[in-house]
């Protein structure tokens, strides 16, 4: 099956996908990315001594309404009803200093989720950046990729695991 990009019509134009004669299905995305930052950096936001607050918390509450947000965001994404979203952050407990992200998001729909649990990791990701800027402006964001979908048409994806994230 030969593919092509969905967003333009036969001349060139861009479009909206019509998804009207697609069938609803339980649709599930996993998305990971990143922040690195200097120890110290990652020990302030251990302790709760980043003075804008709990940054963790936060950068959860913001990736969630990142997600719920995202038709408004990417101009070709349709706005969904999105029935579950999980955002999850993690000091990493090795020797790499950095915040893992991941997003869930579920919807029973006509499309996937992909666009919704990337942008609740980028924008939670961005919150760690907003919220600390003040001690570490070296912190790089990285990695953010879709590592997990299920349902609808295209069936199943699931990342090699030479490129998910350890």
Do not use: W
């Not at 697609?22 to 930052?37: F, N, P, S, Y």
């Not at 990417?74 to 952050?89: F, G, K, M, N």
Request: glycine share 8%.
């Amino acid at each position: 099956m030969k593919k092509h990009l969905t967003h333009f019509d036969e001349k060139g134009n861009t479009r909206m996908v019509d998804v009207g004669g697609k069938e609803e299905t339980l649709r599930i995305a996993i998305a990971r990315g990143h922040i690195t930052a200097h120890p110290e950096t990652l020990r302030l936001i251990a302790e709760q001594k980043i003075k804008k607050g709990d940054v963790l918390e936060v950068a959860r509450l913001a990736g969630i309404m990142a997600a719920k947000r995202t038709g408004e965001l990417i101009p070709l994404c349709h706005p969904l009803a999105l029935t579950s979203i999980r955002v999850e952050l993690a000091i990493a407990d090795d020797d790499r200093p950095r915040i893992e992200i991941e997003a869930e998001i579920q919807t029973i729909g006509r499309t996937g989720v992909e666009m919704e649990a990337l942008t609740a990791v980028s924008v939670a990701a961005l919150t760690v950046y907003d919220m600390c800027k003040a001690v570490d402006r070296e912190m790089v964001i990285g990695d953010v990729k879709l590592v997990k979908k299920t349902g609808g048409k295209s069936g199943d994806f699931i990342a090699d695991a030479e490129t998910q994230l350890p």
